[in-house]
């Protein structure tokens, strides 16, 4: 049995894998999930990438948004405004809240996150292993300037800078100010969840989704352990780009790229990865004139088409990142 290990963030992580899921149903997938992008909200514990992956997988995500519950409402976020409880930004559905309470209890009790995530996934049956980067308390922050921020949140004194939750850039903000930072908070002094590092040294193959490269594949890779136990595993490490035509094919990553000096195009996301990491790297067709910049730096590279239409489609890429993957290895 082909055991496959996935850095996976949220909406793009989440629907490639079910692509991967589709393309090798006997396989053995375990996916390391971001949580630089968890927060906590109305004293509950909130994993959106870990949940995004949870939800996509077992069936119950809103499938327009590629984020949140199918079929949700959200009184209970709607009581919170009345009472003038916030943040206003940030709403948590009914059917998403019950995910959250459950996890928050776990928590209290002294379960560790990769635990909880266990027992959050025996609802749903990804029909993936989903593990945690950490169980320790990681959240990326973003540096922006004071005047970017809303005046009665300025503070005093001189205009400077602020860093704050990675979430409040992308969701309140909407990634619409410069970012010139971004910080994964406390991913120094974590360490990899239970069963992570034992995963990448059983692997086969290891693939980088489409996620975003800094706030998601990022931000698994700054904790300690994970990308030298990456890049020494000794099997291939297959990417696909992000981007598309020098875009972004979802979100933001443009934004965050800017932030730490990588130009948003296919082929500077796999020169930032490096080919100290990466063995194979997957563009799109439209970006067929970056492979062999890609190739000079090191990193086997096709063009294919990349954009995640539908499930034939995801499962068309994910094959071809297995192709890759077994060309490299060859």
């Known amino acids: 049995m082909q055991r496959i290990v996935v850095l996976a963030g949220g909406v793009g992580g989440a629907r490639f894998l079910r692509g991967l899921r589709a393309a090798v149903p006997e396989a053995e997938i375990t996916v390391i999930g971001n949580t630089g992008d968890d927060i906590h909200l109305f004293g509950l514990k909130v994993c959106p990438d870990l949940d995004t992956v949870m939800y996509t997988l077992g069936g119950g995500i809103h499938p327009e948004q590629g984020w949140g519950r199918a079929e949700e409402s959200f009184t209970v976020s709607e009581e919170l405004a009345a009472y003038g409880v916030g943040p206003g930004w940030f709403s948590l559905g009914d059917r998403d809240l ?43 922050h973003v540096l922006i300037d004071t005047t970017d921020l809303p005046e009665d949140q300025r503070g005093e004194g001189e205009p400077g800078r602020r860093a704050i939750h990675f979430q409040e850039y992308w969701v309140r903000l909407r990634a619409s100010v410069p970012a010139h930072a971004v910080v994964p908070v406390g991913a120094e002094h974590s360490k990899p969840a239970p069963g992570v590092l034992e995963a990448i040294a059983e692997a086969d193959v290891i693939l980088f989704p489409p996620s975003n490269p800094v706030v998601s594949v990022g931000t698994i890779l700054a904790v300690p352990g994970l990308r030298e136990a990456i890049a020494d595993a000794g099997v291939p490490v297959v990417g696909l780009s992000p981007i598309v035509g020098d875009a972004p094919v979802h979100g933001m990553a443009d934004k965050v790229l800017a932030a730490i000096g990588v130009e948003a195009t296919a082929s500077a996301v796999a020169r930032h990865y490096g080919s100290g990491l990466l063995d194979g790297w997957l563009v799109d067709e439209v970006d067929a004139g970056s492979v062999g910049d890609v190739e000079t730096a090191g990193i086997r590279c096709r063009a294919v088409p990349l954009m995640m239409r539908d499930l034939d489609a995801t499962t068309e890429m994910a094959r071809a990142a297995l192709e890759l993957a077994a060309e490299v290895d060859a």
């Open 98 to 140: 019950a995910t959250h309470v459950v996890r928050t209890q776990m928590l209290t009790a002294g379960y560790p996150l990769s635990a909880v995530t266990e027992a959050l996934c025996a609802r749903w049956n990804p029909g993936v292993r989903l593990l945690p980067m950490t169980d320790d308390r990681v959240e990326t």
